[in-house]
C-alpha cells in the first residue's frame, strides 16, 4: 500500500516562506514521477512543480523563481520549498506520485497567506 503524508503547511504573511514536505511509504519508489498540486477553493487543481524519474524538473509560470522542488531518496521524502509567498498561492497542496498505471495522492496541507 502506497502512503503519502505532507507536511509543513500554515499560515504565513506575503514575501514569507514555507517549506512543505512529502513522505513516501509503500511499494512504490520516491525516485517515480512526482510532483506537487495545488487547489483553491472553487479552482481546479493544478500542477505546481514536478520532478520525473530522470530528474527532469518543470514549474508552474506563476511560482518560477520562488518556488523549488526536490527530493531526498535516502529518506522517501520530497520537498517544496515556496519563498516570496503571495495571497494568489493560498490553497491545499497535493503531493503526486506517479507510476505507469496510478496516480497517488496525499491528504493536503494547508497553506494560508494573509496578513
Known amino acids: 500500500q502506497v502512503q503519502l503524508v505532507e507536511f509543513g503547511g500554515g499560515l504565513v504573511q506575503p514575501g514569507g516562506s514555507l517549506r512543505l514536505s512529502c513522505e513516501v511509504s509503500?511499494?512504490?519508489?520516491?525516485?517515480?514521477?512526482m510532483g506537487w498540486y495545488r487547489q483553491a477553493p472553487g479552482k481546479e487543481r493544478e500542477l505546481v512543480a514536478g520532478?520525473?524519474?530522470?530528474?527532469?524538473?518543470n514549474y508552474a509560470d506563476s511560482v518560477k523563481g520562488r518556488f523549488t522542488i526536490s527530493r531526498d531518496a535516502s529518506k522517501n521524502t520530497m520537498y517544496l520549498q515556496m519563498n516570496s509567498l503571495e495571497p494568489e498561492d493560498a490553497a491545499v497542496y497535493y503531493c503526486?506520485?506517479?507510476?505507469?498505471?496510478?496516480?497517488?495522492w496525499g491528504q493536503g496541507t494547508q497553506v494560508t497567506v494573509s496578513s
Open positions: 503526486n506520485a506517479r507510476t505507469v498505471t496510478t496516480d497517488y
Open positions: 509503500g511499494n512504490i519508489a520516491s525516485s517515480n514521477t
Open positions: 520532478i520525473t524519474r530522470g530528474e527532469r524538473i
